[in-house]
């Protein structure tokens, strides 16, 4: 079984430019989210989508950030305009239906640096 | 919601059992306790969950006592690959929504 897909791994951009981040679920894992890692400090949910509905998007800055899940399959999340605090890896997850209570998989995440 | 305490830092050597004990002194009823591994570069990976007494997986036993006011993840003869930060979330029921709250992890430096 295919794990959770991110693209790209590392991304550079400079502030106040626009970038966006690519996230492909496990196959069948209907609830995706999108975390935000700060070096040195454990991961900060920025959105929760059950199929294509969000579920919990309180800590989602949305002035400046966006996500979107539009089939119930691959997710975007994007910023627009970078700050240097956005610095981080952004990390998308899955989970299944049926499993254990709080089972997500996780993927690789996407280290983003703003210069 | 409940928020959780586990130390910062831990060392240990290679083929020693390791404990790691998180507080969650305000965990709810209906809370479950979540361990999550996390290696340099990579995404977390869930380890074991459990309510309440003993929960045993080829990973790892966590250990809850009857007041659930902590918990404790035990890693029977850790090798230099368990070398990783160790996250204890309670999953908590916000508005219908289970919501896991990470905090710092412990970081775990195996040593030969």
């Known amino acids: 079984e295919a794990g959770v897909a991110q693209s790209p791994r590392y991304k550079i951009i400079e502030k106040r430019q626009s970038v966006a981040f690519w996230c492909n679920p496990i196959?069948?894992?209907?609830?995706l989210y999108w975390y935000q890692q700060i070096l040195g400090q454990g991961p900060k949910l920025l959105i929760q989508?059950?199929?294509?509905?969000?579920?919990?998007d309180s800590q989602l800055p949305k002035d400046r950030f966006s996500a979107e899940r539009l089939k119930g399959v691959d997710s975007t999340l994007k910023i627009q305009p970078a700050k240097l605090e956005d610095s981080a890896v952004y990390l998308c997850?899955?989970?299944?239906?049926?499993?254990?209570?709080?089972?997500?998989?996780f993927g690789p995440g996407t280290r983003l640096t703003v210069l | 919601l409940a928020k959780t305490t586990q130390p910062i830092s831990m060392d240990s050597y290679e083929g020693q059992e390791v404990n790691i004990t998180c507080s969650h002194n305000?965990?709810?009823?209906?809370?479950?306790i979540t361990w999550y591994q996390q290696f340099p570069s990579q995404g977390p990976r869930f380890i074991i969950q459990?309510?309440?007494?003993?929960v045993t997986n080829e990973v790892a036993s966590l250990f809850i006592p009857a007041d659930r006011k902590s918990s404790t993840l035990s890693l029977p003869r850790v090798s230099l690959s368990d070398t990783a930060v160790y996250y204890c979330?309670?999953?908590?029921?916000?508005?219908?929504?289970?919501?896991?709250?990470w905090g710092l992890g412990t970081s775990l430096a195996v040593n030969p």
């Open positions: 979330l309670v999953a908590t029921n916000a508005g219908n929504n289970r919501k896991l709250i």
């Open positions: 305000n965990i709810a009823t209906n809370d479950y």
């Open positions: 459990g309510y309440k007494t003993k």
């Open positions: 196959s069948g894992h209907a609830t």
């Open positions: 989508f059950q199929n294509n509905g969000v579920v919990d």
């Open positions: 997850a899955s989970r299944k239906p049926g499993l254990a209570k709080d089972t997500q998989y």
